[in-house]
């Protein structure tokens, strides 16, 4: 028998062995061969993957955390890795929900990957976003939680995220499409809060070529902002589909987000002005928090008077 075949036989029983143990629930055991496993075949990925299951079944996050990190940087090729980083990667997208049976499994990846060191995480998030089969909705997702875990790169994924969402929604029949809302309830506000985000400051795109932003790019975020906020309260307040972003909670955030754009042009005073009467589209008691803010005539239209 070649020496290769009968060395992966001995690999293959002594993992065999730990999976036995852990079925049967001596944990102790199944760690004791896991670890003989691992001196003896440290270059083995199959015996180093299973170390990392141990580790996980036995819920020990730190030591898992660990186990990855090291098959990363040793066998950051091997599909079965992939498989698993990629589910890292979608536990970080999922939202958390109580009627999920799946849910426990998800806060327990999302906790692996904290553990995880900053610069594996950037990788493997970065490695996830260049998929080009999840689409441009998941590359955005995926981009934004670079950007929330590392804030320095919101000037070009940020912007980047902003492009591909301005140019998916453009071709969308329904105004409220998923494109749109994340790029007005996720992408715009992340721009407009960051403090990298500034006019006339040369911004390198990652294509390589340089954008300098104007405040006529800031106006034209906030015209999304505002079409998509005024469009799902008037379908809703007509009668049709409703939105969690409708009404109330919409306004707040147009609010909020005329205001930090207002701060990173520099305006000194916004005022606004209305056309005819705001009670058709937009309850009073939501106007009154934003500094008289009302509806024109139509209601994807916000007519803003900026004195500089």
Known sequence: MPLSVARELDCEWVVGRCKS???R?????AKAWILTARSLFPGDFSVQYEAFCLHMSCEELKEAAMALTDLFNVFPREAQLQSCLTG?????????????PQEKVTAQKKLLFNQLPANVQKS??????????????RQCKVWLVIIKLFPDMVKTLGLDAYDLLSKEQSTAVMADNQSREL????????????????????V??????????????LCQWLESVASFYTTVTSQALLGG?????AGKVGWDQLHQLLMRTAEKCGWREVILSNQIGP?????????????????????STLFIYLSL
């Open 241 to 245: 589909r409703g939105h969690k972003c």
């Open 25 to 29: 629930g001596d944990k102790h055991g």
């Open 183 to 202: 790029l007005v309830c996720e992408v715009i506000p992340l721009l407009l809060a960051s403090p990298e985000i500034r006019l006339e400051l040369p």
């Open 204 to 217: 390198v795109r990652s294509s390589g070529q340089s954008t300098t932003l104007k405040t006529s790019h």
């Open 88 to 100: 890292l990667v979608e536990a970080l997208l999922t939202p958390p929900t109580t009627d999920d």
């Open 21 to 23: 143990y852990l079925e």
């Open 279 to 299: 009670h058709l589209f937009c309850p009073r008691e939501c106007c009154s928090n934003m500094l008289n803010l009302e509806l024109a005539s139509c209601p």
């Open 124 to 137: 493997v998030l970065l490695h996830a976003a260049a998929d080009e089969n999840g689409g441009v909705l």
